[in-house]
């Protein structure tokens, strides 16, 4: 498994926070708003955190979530707790 002791706190807390409230939105069927901080996250990955597999598995996690947001709900979910639970470790 990855490991993300390597990016800071308070990169890892913004993570964190958009990352969960793109669950909110996919959870209750707001998917515009997941999207909105689904780019933001992107940005912050693509700009903020080094090569990584960390960085590789955030990023594949993202491109499933846009793919699965709008149609199969549950599984995007369930891809953002992982990218969540990932973050907090």
């Known amino acids: 498994m990855p ?3 390597d990016i800071p706190d308070t990169l890892s807390e913004t993570l ?3 990352l969960s409230e ?3 939105g996919v959870r ?9 901080q689904l780019d933001i996250a992107a940005q912050i990955i693509r700009s903020q955190l080094p090569e990584s597999s960390v960085t590789e598995t955030l990023t594949f ?5 846009e793919r ?3 149609d199969e709900p549950l ?3 369930e891809y953002l707790r992982s990218m969540i639970e990932l973050l907090e470790e």
């Not at 209750?28 to 909105?36: C, L």
């Not at 996690?61 to 979530?65: F, I």
């Open 3 to 5: 490991n993300s002791s």
């Open 16 to 18: 964190v926070a958009t």
């Open 22 to 24: 793109a669950r909110e």
């Open 28 to 36: 209750s069927g707001d998917v515009a708003t997941a999207r909105e």
């Open 61 to 65: 996690g993202l491109t499933a979530v």
């Open 68 to 70: 699965t947001a709008a």
């Open 75 to 77: 599984v995007a979910s």
